[in-house]
């Protein structure tokens, strides 16, 4: 351990050579320290890049695909609200190492199974805040849609989903989050992914480790900008921003 | 500080464990094959205090078998009094190369054939076959290293190609070379190191002429699960692989002498087995006078399948072979 | 010239459960002992990464509730330092901070900043105006407001942002290993294809992370009487 003093300086001065070093592992191909094979280069960090948004795409829409039906059908019949609030508390709870660990004892690696892992994990956030949104749709609202004649379907598809949609998007964004920075673990299951160099540092070397911690965190970052513009996007101007943070 | 406290909390915990694991007698597997009373009142290793002044810090490679001997060879220089640390699964070849290079460990164990392949860059087609040849090879180019390669053990762990016995019926596949006519339909799975070595994928390419349908990369630890829950077709698998027999894989015979032999050699430091001297050398020598294939097989078996930690199974193999009381 | 004796070798491949990969109470009875470590540093690391995030984002809300200008800056460096993602973060940090508990630490408590001071500011800010009111009335300077009444009333969605927190840094946590600092994800990372080791670590996790809900719920009810317990959260 480093003494203080000039030996912090220098510490940073080496952290910035590394950092540089990392930098140009994503643009440079160069030999990999176990010899024998190119790593490195834009086109393999784009292919790892690649792999890994497949991989975390495929499960948020899946997620998707299940939670907010389910989310908006209890929020509308105004029932199962225990499991659906629940459900992300649950989820928070279980460690996304144990859920992966868990399928692959179970069920095993490759792609799909991992995927089911992640979808997993992915539901909670957007089931919860599905039901949430629709759970604070004004009463009013839905009754005098009611009144206007709408069936039950037709309420929901044109007032409570599009009045629930920021908070909807709101367990999206954050669900997104979880699932990219879950896929860092992926080569745990045999999937590779952009965690290949963080897991296999032997064959990308320590700067090609850097360069995928920083690429994983870029990923993340934007991840959750876009899908926040998207949120502030289909907000509505009445509704004030402080409402759409139900969960975390 | 909460750190340090910790981090003495742990120590005493290893070494009481450690302890533990060179003091004990097994409580299951009853039998009594334990050791034999007539020969010697001592025990095969003596602990000389001398020893003290030379510390020692062994590391390994990151698979059961290296942790093994890894914990074998540092429990056994600790019983003859030397000062020893441990900082086991390092990672793949290179990477215990550049630790003990660099001083992060003073010995580890490595296999002939490894060394020829992966250090001294041996030609594929220029092999030794025979076991001593490749560990003198072996020695003479540690040596330009700086590193001692001791006498090797009586076993030898090879790389080896295995399918499931249902792939090996429906292809008719016995020797490797019957890969050949189907290769373009199989999956090859291997450690992420596998796709650069001359006796892993790119031997398998270069003088089999074999291509894969995939090549999908995967943990070593993985390299049975894989076969057995039909990921892949075909996996990279060592010889002593507890999993072989227990799953019932089938090893296809390396028919054009791709791997060459791979006995386990201590490398040390020089500066390390020079302090450590004649002494020292009795040490491993002793230690790996036991180390026969089937020995070596049922020490795997202890950690894989059943699941001892491999600091216990070393404790079990110095107890049993009567090397440490 | 000594002689060693046999190694007990096994005779054919015999059935157990362990071999199987399978779930073996008997196996995680016996072999129990090996979490207790990881376990313990478990509970170390999200303990003290919640503890000085705590103490972290409270100054921060306690400066920003009095200048507002501060929330968007600081909502947004700590909105980053909880999206990177905890692996990532890991390794960003290794060539300053090396492997092991700080880069750790640092990394974890990162990740509260954003929930806890987040849910401070709320819980502040949703005190009713007539109550800050009736204290001014009473005499109370600021400073007197904010810790006698402002920050009391602010207690559940503290609270709340807190079981929160910990619940999310024992599941960061688990991947601690990452940055040399152990915990329960190394046990579960040493074989993930046994069944029986994965669910006692991973089921030693969730564990911990229930009892932490648990206890900081308890601490609320203790310390606030004067609320009912609410539904949801």
């Known amino acids: ?24 592992f994503i643009f440079d191909e160069r030999e990999s320290p176990a010899g024998g094979a190119q790593v490195g280069g834009l086109a393999e960090t784009w292919e790892l890049m690649w792999q890994h948004l497949k991989l975390s795409g495929v499960s948020i829409a899946i997620a998707c695909g299940i939670s907010v039906p389910l989310g908006l059908w209890l929020g509308h019949i105004g029932k199962g609200g225990f499991l659906a609030i629940n459900a992300s508390n649950v989820g928070r709870a279980v460690p996304s190492l144990a859920l992966i660990a868990f399928f692959v004892a179970y069920i095993g690696v490759g792609f799909t199974n991992l995927m089911l892992a992640l979808v997993l994990l992915a539901i909670p956030p957007i089931l919860t805040n599905a039901y949430t949104g629709v759970r604070q749709v004004d009463r009013d609202t839905v009754d005098a849609a009611r009144g206007m004649g709408m069936t039950g379907a037709q309420i929901v598809r044109r007032v409570e989903l599009p009045l629930a949609l920021p908070l909807i998007f709101g367990g999206i964004r954050i669900s997104a989050v979880n699932v990219v920075a879950t896929a860092t673990i992926a080569p745990l ?38 899908l926040g513009a998207v949120q502030r996007a289909v907000t509505p101007r009445g509704l004030k921003l402080e409402r759409r943070e139900a969960t975390t | 500080m909460r750190t340090h406290r910790w981090l003495m909390l742990l120590m005493l915990v290893v070494a009481a464990l450690a302890l533990a694991a060179c003091g004990d007698d097994d409580e299951d597997e009853g039998g009594s094959g334990g050791t034999t009373t007539e020969e010697t009142a001592s025990s095969g290793i003596q602990k000389d205090d001398a020893n003290a002044s030379t510390s020692i810090t062994v590391g390994s490679k990151n698979f059961t078998e290296q942790k093994v001997l890894g914990e074998i060879y540092a429990q056994a ?5 030397y000062k020893v640390d441990t900082q086991l699964n390092l990672g793949d070849e290179k990477t215990a190369l550049k630790a003990i290079e660099g001083g992060d460990i003073d010995a580890y164990p490595e296999y002939t054939g490894t060394a020829l392949l992966s250090f001294f860059g041996a030609k594929a087609d220029a092999l030794p076959k025979d076991p001593q040849q490749a560990y003198e090879q072996a020695k003479e180019g540690f040596a330009e290293k700086n590193l001692t390669a001791f006498p090797p053990t009586p076993f030898t762990s090879s790389n080896e190609v295995a399918v499931t016995k249902e792939t090996a019926d429906k292809y008719g596949l016995t020797k490797i070379s019957d890969l050949a006519k189907v290769d373009d339909k199989l999956t090859l799975y291997g450690s992420p190191e596998c796709r650069q070595r001359l006796d892993c994928l790119l031997g398998l390419e270069q003088v089999y002429g074999l291509k894969f349908k995939k090549f999908t990369s995967v943990d070593i630890a993985l390299r049975h699960e894989v076969l057995t829950k039909g990921q892949a077709d075909v996996s990279i698998v060592f010889t002593t692989d507890p999993q072989i027999k227990r799953e019932g894989e089938v090893l296809l015979e390396d028919d054009k002498g791709m791997f060459p032999p791979y006995n386990s050699t201590l490398v040390v430091r020089n500066d390390i087995a020079e302090k450590g001297g004649a002494e020292l050398e009795d040490v491993v020598t002793k230690v790996n006078e036991g180390l026969t294939d089937e020995a070596m097989q049922e020490l795997n078996a202890r950690v ?22 | 010239m000594f002689q060693l004796a046999q190694l007990q070798i096994r005779k054919d491949p015999t059935e157990s459960c362990e071999a199987d990969n399978g779930f073996c109470p008997d196996w995680i009875a016996d072999n129990f002992d090996r979490y207790v470590d990881p376990f313990f540093q478990h509970l170390y690391l999200t303990v003290i990464a919640m503890a000085v995030g705590f103490v972290i984002s409270f100054a921060l809300a306690i400066v920003a509730y009095r200048r507002r200008w501060l929330i968007n800056p600081v909502t947004q460096v700590t909105g980053i330092l909880y999206t990177v993602p905890s692996v990532a973060a890991f390794f960003l940090l290794l060539p300053i901070t090396g492997r092991g508990n700080t880069t750790a630490l640092i990394a ?30 009473m005499g109370l300077t600021d400073r007197q407001l904010l810790w006698r009444v402002e920050l009391p009333l602010a207690l559940p969605e503290i609270m709340a942002g807190l079981r929160i927190a910990a619940t999310t840094t024992v599941g960061l946590a688990t991947l601690a290993f990452f940055a040399g600092a152990g915990g329960l994800g190394e046990q579960i990372f040493a074989d993930i294809t046994f069944k029986s080791n994965v669910i006692v670590a991973g089921g030693l996790a969730v564990l911990l992370a229930a009892v932490l809900d648990g206890l900081i719920l308890l601490v609320q009810r203790l310390i606030t009487p004067w609320t009912r317990a609410v539904a949801a959260r």
């Open chain 1, 1 to 24: 351990m480093d003494p203080g003093g000039g030996g912090t300086v220098s510490t940073w001065i080496a952290a910035l050579g590394q950092f540089g070093d990392a930098i140009d």
């Open chain 1, 189 to 226: 299951a045999g999937v590779i992914t952009l965690g290949d160099p963080i897991i296999n540092v032997n064959t990308y070397g320590d700067e090609g480790r850097l360069a995928a911690a920083i690429v994983v965190a870029l990923l993340a970052v934007v991840t959750e900008v876009s």
């Open chain 2, 77 to 81: 220089l600790a019983a003859a009094g």
């Open chain 2, 304 to 325: 894989d399948l059943d699941k001892k930690t491999p600091e216990q199974v070393a404790g079990e193999y110095l107890s049993e072979t009567g090397l440490v009381q």
């Open chain 3, 108 to 137: 974890l408590v990162a990740y509260v900043l954003l929930i806890i001071f987040r849910n401070i500011l709320t819980g502040l800010d949703n005190v009713p105006e007539e109550t800050k009111d009736a204290g001014r009335g």
